[in-house]
């Protein structure tokens, strides 16, 4: 095994890469790695996922469709559930999911576990690269200190950094090759193999002095965008109070070419990142006795955003003389974003609940979401949605190509999208 990963490994190839967990993260992870030249292998506990990649049955941008696909041929990519392959690599990334239980404090059973399987199979010379946000230390705690009670060094005997991953499900725009990367090492060597190793995945590579000031990078990237997500969303209820359309607004600040980036009022957030990573960052900060007001209220904000959306429904209904109970109501577009399959806390979930709790009729319409099971109850995405009358139409997420047209027929149409003002008619929120 050796640690000159640009150079050919002593089986007198490119370097192995292990790529642990083949999830959102991993996945378009494991590709660019292969598609830079690697020999790659990836490893997840699930044979049901391992099953979905091999058929080419994942939620991917069509180009790493078609990437999947080539390197799913290939002699140098293959997939296995036995942690015990990551003995083979070089170098071994961990990309496994981090969310939050629902006292809101971190869930790191399988980023432990993930872990504690790297230290027990790695071997000298070898390369660690954690990618999963997590708190400050993380990587200390989890993979520095338990290699030291094995007897191995990081730095000398084996390599260890965090590169926090950057991963923009379904925008293209965002590709993880097109996105630069945050590494930071244990000692200067350990940072110099981690760049070296994904310095062919992304356009540049930055290096901080720590992977404590890398993990602090990325929550502080995430708390950013959910403290202004959640300005959005007030100032736009602050437009409305003034008869004002917010998206309007919004377009004229972000004429000024300095001092401002235009984020948009929705539904509430969704997804990996947003409603988790603050709370890492507070849990952490709890713990210390540390105040940090200005982002616990943002949270919050953000947590109770969806039931403000549907007792904006509420109100619609009733404005036309109709009840909630009993009122037909279609969802149209349930995943957390446009252009992915993700339900992870979309807040389409709960304006769901809330609104079949209060008695109306709630269907959904996306064609990414064929099929959800919730609370013991089966939906199916209705297929003809413009054939129905329904007397509320809530646009809560716009897959690229659907047809947005229809509504605009409908008695009442609410729409929390992000989209372009003009692009539909329809209310804003």
Known sequence: MTANLPAQSQHGRLADVAVVGLGYVGLPTALSLFAAGRTV?????????????????????????VRLAEALRA??????????AALEADAVIICVPTPVDERLAPDLRALKAACAAAVAHAVPGQLLVLTSTSYVGTTRELLVEPLVARGLNPGT????????????????AHAPDRTPRVIGG????????????????????????????????KLWENTFRAVNIALANELAENCLEFGLEPRHVIEAAA????????????????????PCDPHYLLWQLRARNVPSPLVGVAMTAIAERPALVAAKARQ?????????????????????????????ESP?????????????????ADPLVPRLERHGVVRQSVGVPGATEWDLVLVHTLHPGVDVSWPADSPVVLDVTRRPAGATAGAAV
Not at 75 to 84: H, N, Y
Not at 349 to 364: C, N, P, S
Request: hydrophobic share 45%; proline share 8%.
């Open 41 to 65: 292998v990836g490893v997840d506990t699930s044979e049901a996922r391992l099953a979905d990649i091999r058929e080419v049955r994942v939620d991917l941008l069509p180009a790493q469709q």
């Open 75 to 84: 002699p140098g990519f293959r997939l296995t559930a036995d942690p015990a």
């Open 157 to 172: 005997d084996v390599f260890v950094a965090f590169a926090p991953e950057r991963i923009d499900p379904g925008n293209a």
């Open 186 to 217: 244990v000692t200067d060597r350990c940072a110099e193999l981690a760049a070296s190793l994904l310095a062919g995945t992304a356009p540049s590579v930055h290096r901080v002095d720590s992977p404590e000031a890398a993990e602090m990078s």
């Open 255 to 274: 004429t000024k070419p300095y001092g401002f980036m235009p984020f948009y009022p929705g539904p509430g957030v969704g997804g990996h990142c947003i």
């Open 316 to 344: 619609a209904l009733a404005a036309r003389g109709l009840g909630t109970a009993g009122a037909r109501v279609l969802i149209l577009g349930i995943a957390y974003k446009p252009g992915v399959a993700d339900l992870r």
């Open 348 to 364: 389409a979930l709960e304006i769901m609940d809330l609104l079949t709790a209060w008695g109306a009729t709630v269907e959904y």
